[in-house]
C-alpha cells in the first residue's frame, strides 16, 4: 500500500484529517510516526463556525513562524531561535505537505520571510537575506546576499515580520527594545526600504512591536497588529489593529495606548488626541501578531475583504487569553465586529498550541502556524457537506 494511502486509513480511523509526510525507512515506520503526531495534536478541541474544519497541513515544522507562499507553490516558513528557514511542499497540491526541508541553518531568530522575482528574502534581528534563486536548489541553497545590516541588533521585540508592498517596497518593522522607553528612530516603527536594502525610510512611528501586517486588496493601504505595553495590568491596555492609509502617521507609542491609555511616564509629553487610534481595539495581552485580509473564494462571500488574526495569547496575564483566531469584520475602513472565529488551542489555563501566522492558499483555504506545537494547519470551508 502507498504511503499517503496508508496515511489516509489512518486519519479515518483518529477522525482527524491528515499528517506531514517526511522522508522515513519505509510506509509502516512513517505511518507509526503519522499517528503519533496527529494523536499529540488534539484538533477535535478546535472550535469553528458551522461547515469549517481544520486538518494537518504540516507537522512538525519546529517553531513554525511566519509564512509567505511563493508564485511556484512553495510555502516558506520563519522560526525564532530555532534559526531554521523550511520549505514545505505540497507537490500534489492536495492540501497536506509532502516535504518539509530545511532551507537555512544557524540564523538569527529568522521569523520574517518575503519573496519577490524567484528570491526569497530573510529577516533576521538585524539583517536582511536575499536567497536568489532558491526554488531551483531547496536542497543545496546558494549562500545568501547581505541585503541590509543596518538594523538595530537588541533581541527584546527585535523579531521581524516583513512583506513586500503594492509599491515594490520591502516592509521592515523594528520594535521598542523594552516594555517602555522613548528611543530615536528607527526603534517603535515600520521601515520601508528597497529591494536591494538601499533608500530605507520611516512609514509609521509609534509601533510598539508589530508582527503581522497586510494591504486592503482594493484600496492597498496597509493594516497591522501591534502588542500594547505590560505592566498596567490585566485589562489594560488592549492590543491594537491599526489602518495607515498614508505614510508618516504617529500611533501612540510610548505616549499614548489604544487610542485612550495616557502612559504614565510618557504620557505627559504628547496627549493621544494627537495621535492615529487603533481601527481596532483587540484582547488586552492577547499577542495579536499575523493578520490578513480574506481574499479567496472558498469561505461564504460575508468572509470576503475580512481580516483574520492569530492570536497568539498572554504570557502574564493572571487568566490566560489569546491562544485563538479573530475575525475583524469590515464594512470599507470601518471595522464592524471583532469576534473569535477559531479556539481550542487553550483548555482551561493550559494552552496546547499558540496561533503565529495566518496565510490565504490559492484554493481558498487558510493557512495556521503554531510554533509551540510546530504544525501549520490548514482551515477549508465544506458548507453542508
Keep these: 500500500m502507498k504511503l499517503r494511502e496508508t496515511l489516509g486509513l489512518l486519519c479515518l480511523v483518529l477522525a482527524c484529517s491528515n499528517g506531514q509526510v517526511a522522508s522515513s525507512p519505509g510506509p509502516q515506520a512513517a505511518a507509526r510516526a503519522a499517528r503519533r503526531r496527529t494523536a499529540a495534536l488534539p484538533l477535535q478541541q ?11 497541513f504540516a507537522h512538525p515544522v519546529k517553531g513554525a513562524r511566519s509564512m509567505v507562499l511563493s508564485p511556484a507553490g512553495t510555502l516558506f516558513v520563519g522560526s525564532r531561535p530555532e534559526g531554521v528557514v523550511y520549505a514545505v511542499l505540497d507537490r500534489e497540491k492536495d492540501g497536506v505537505a509532502d516535504e518539509v526541508i530545511p532551507i537555512a541553518r544557524g540564523l538569527n531568530f529568522p521569523n520574517g520571510v518575503a519573496v519577490q522575482d524567484g528570491s526569497l528574502y530573510v529577516a533576521e534581528i538585524n539583517r536582511i537575506l536575499r536567497y536568489e534563486g532558491i526554488e531551483g536548489s531547496l536542497k ?7 541585503v541590509n545590516d543596518s538594523y538595530p541588533t537588541e533581541e527584546h521585540h527585535g523579531q521581524k515580520f516583513i512583506a513586500f508592498g503594492p509599491d515594490g517596497m520591502l516592509y521592515v518593522p523594528v520594535g521598542a527594545p523594552c516594555n517602555i522607553c522613548q528611543r530615536p528612530d528607527p526603534y517603535a516603527s515600520i521601515t520601508r526600504i528597497k529591494p536591494d536594502g538601499s533608500g530605507r525610510e520611516m512609514f509609521a512611528r509609534g509601533v510598539r512591536n508589530t508582527m503581522g501586517f497586510d494591504w486592503h ?3 492597498r493601504q496597509l493594516w497591522f497588529t501591534d502588542n500594547g505595553r505590560d505592566m498596567l495590568g490585566d485589562d489594560v491596555p488592549p492590543d491594537e489593529l491599526n489602518h495607515a492609509p498614508e505614510a508618516g502617521l504617529h500611533f501612540g507609542y510610548p505616549f499614548c495606548h489604544a487610542g485612550e491609555v495616557t502612559d504614565p511616564e510618557f504620557g505627559a509629553q504628547k496627549p493621544c488626541s494627537d495621535l492615529r487610534p487603533p481601527a481596532q481595539k483587540l484582547g488586552p495581552h492577547v499577542a495579536a501578531l499575523g493578520m490578513r485580509f480574506y481574499t479567496g473564494s472558498l469561505f461564504p462571500a460575508e468572509y470576503r475583504e475580512q481580516i483574520f488574526v492569530a492570536e497568539h495569547g498572554s504570557w502574564n496575564r493572571s487568566k490566560k487569553i489569546g491562544y485563538r483566531l479573530s475575525l475583524v469584520r469590515l464594512d470599507g475602513d470601518r471595522v464592524t465586529s471583532y469576534e473569535t472565529f477559531a479556539d481550542g488551542w487553550l483548555q482551561g489555563q493550559e494552552e496546547w498550541g499558540r496561533p503565529v501566522d495566518v496565510l490565504v492558499m490559492p484554493d481558498g483555504a487558510l493557512l495556521v502556524s503554531d510554533d509551540k506545537a510546530s504544525a501549520i494547519y490548514r482551515i477549508t470551508y465544506a458548507g453542508g457537506r
Design 46 to 56: 478546535i472550535k469553528l463556525p458551522p461547515g469549517f474544519r481544520i486538518s494537518l
Design 217 to 219: 486588496p482594493r484600496t
Design 140 to 146: 543545496k541553497p546558494p549562500k545568501p546576499v547581505v
